[in-house]
């Protein structure tokens, strides 16, 4: 009775979890699950929320209800910019109000990660406002982008496309790196699965995945070549595509190399292929920003006169193209694996600042998570399971990301025109390429550093 007693009726769990400084408390349909997790997926929640605001400010209807604030694309020019279709100057208003949505949000994660640097444990204070608070963080939230959308254009928009161009970069590093993570425990578990169960189903289901990627990447090598290439033009395409290729068959040769195979028994084609098949997604992306029309038929055109003219074959170009949506879903798969996994290996932990597996529970913390039901369970009282600083880090990157993702990497220029730049080119193809060294890094290493442990 006592026990019961104790248990706060429904208004008060709600209200505890909006503005209490304890764990968050859920519904009392949800499952009992860890403090760490659930705050790290409410602050997904917040990103995401943002995202689809940055969506609707794209879709046509609200776009013809931009030109209200301040910095409208009109200058007494009557000059418009079209795309290959029937788009002017309103989509580059809601190219504008994507800049202003994702750079409040970058500042809302970047003061969380100011605020919560060198937090060691939920018995820091800091703590509290990490895990709770969520009412009060919304109307931060939400006062910050609305000063976001009162900020005058200027050279606002050049400043922040540079940020976003370095956000960007290292955000795809990121998403490379859990890329790599994500092969090297799928071909371990699956591997142990075979010589556990003494079945060959599982190596026949790692034949089969590593056969359609390499069939995709081909696949993909084959379209690239075709859509973005043109017979005695096109030259670098060319050669980003065809070096790609090679370098992707180099380190597919490497990972079943004998000695390589000695050092890391787990390594083998099914990671070599999830990295070829992601390093033509990123050759993809950058190819889509290439600012040469005959070579990319994602290109935006200026036409002075504001008439509207067709592009070869009567092609008509969206700001929702195939690259912006792909780009969009690899995203939000990439965040929600930051928000929810950890890694089974200690050097990616290290680098992502998690723990490396969640820790066992005794019997008092297990009688504790029993009481606690409905309710978020607090796993950090001796120490926090993941970085509160680096996370919001990421969150930060990752509205960068966004942004240059939903806007195409194109950046606005001087004449108040969304120009294609060979800024957007080169940092897409140097993040395929400093994703392939990595990749062939932890290959290597271990026959390069024997006295140090990469198991």
């Not at 028994?265 to 990123?282: C, E, K, W």
């Not at 294609?420 to 940092?427: G, I, P």
Request: net charge neutral; hydrophobic share 45%.
């Amino acid at each position: 009775p006592g026990a019961e007693s104790k248990v706060p009726s429904p208004p008060s769990l709600q209200a505890s979890c909006l503005c209490g400084s304890a764990p968050c408390i859920l519904c009392s349909c949800c499952p009992c699950s860890h403090n760490s997790t659930l705050s790290r997926l409410f602050f997904t929640v917040f990103l995401f929320l943002g995202v689809l605001v940055c969506v609707i400010m794209l879709s046509p209807g609200v776009e013809s209800q931009l030109y209200k604030l301040p910095w409208v694309c009109n200058e007494g020019t009557g000059s418009h910019v079209v795309l290959q279709g029937h788009i002017d100057c309103g989509s580059l208003l809601g190219h504008r109000a994507v800049y202003r949505m994702c750079f409040a949000m970058a500042a809302f994660f970047f003061l969380f990660s100011l605020l919560m640097i060198c937090v060691r444990s939920s018995r820091d204070p800091r703590a509290a406002i990490q895990n709770g608070f969520w009412f009060f963080k919304f109307l931060i939230f939400v006062g910050i982008t609305v000063g976001a959308f009162y900020i005058p254009d200027g050279s606002f928009s050049n400043i922040w496309f540079y940020f976003g161009v370095v956000g960007s970069f290292i955000f795809l590093l990121i998403q490379l790196l859990l890329l790599i993570d994500f092969a090297h425990s799928w071909n371990q578990r699956w591997l142990c699965k075979a010589e556990e169960c003494d079945s060959r189903a599982w190596y026949a289901g790692l034949f089969f995945f590593t056969l359609l990627f390499y069939a995709l990447s081909i696949a993909a090598v084959a379209l690239l070549f075709v859509y973005y290439t043109q017979p005695g033009a096109c030259y670098e395409g060319k050669a980003f595509i065809g070096l790609n290729l090679t370098l992707c068959v180099c380190v597919s040769i490497v990972a079943v190399l004998p000695k390589i195979q000695d050092a890391q028994p787990n390594s083998g084609l099914l990671q070599a292929s999830v990295i070829t098949l992601y390093t033509m997604f990123v050759t993809w992306l950058a190819l889509s920003n290439v600012p040469d029309q005959k070579c990319n038929p994602h290109l935006l055109t200026h036409f002075g006169n504001g008439t509207v003219q067709a592009g070869p074959e009567g092609y008509e170009t969206h700001w929702w193209d195939a690259p912006s949506i792909v780009g969009l879903v690899v995203f939000i798969l990439c965040t929600v694996f930051i928000s929810l996994r950890s890694s089974d290996h200690r050097q990616v932990n290290n680098l992502m600042q998690t723990e490396e597996c969640p820790p066992v529970l005794d019997a008092t913390q297990q009688q504790q998570v029993v009481l606690s039901e409905g309710r978020a369970f607090d796993n950090e009282q001796d120490g926090v399971t993941y970085s509160y600083s680096f996370f919001h880090l990421c969150l930060v990157l990752a509205s960068v990301h966004i942004m240059m993702t939903l806007t195409n990497w194109y950046r606005p220029g001087e004449t108040r025109k969304m120009i294609s730049t060979w800024t957007a080119v080169w940092v897409k193809i140097c993040a395929s390429w400093t994703g392939l060294l990595l990749y062939l890094w932890t290959l290597v290493a271990p026959l390069l550093l024997p006295n140090r442990d990469f198991s």
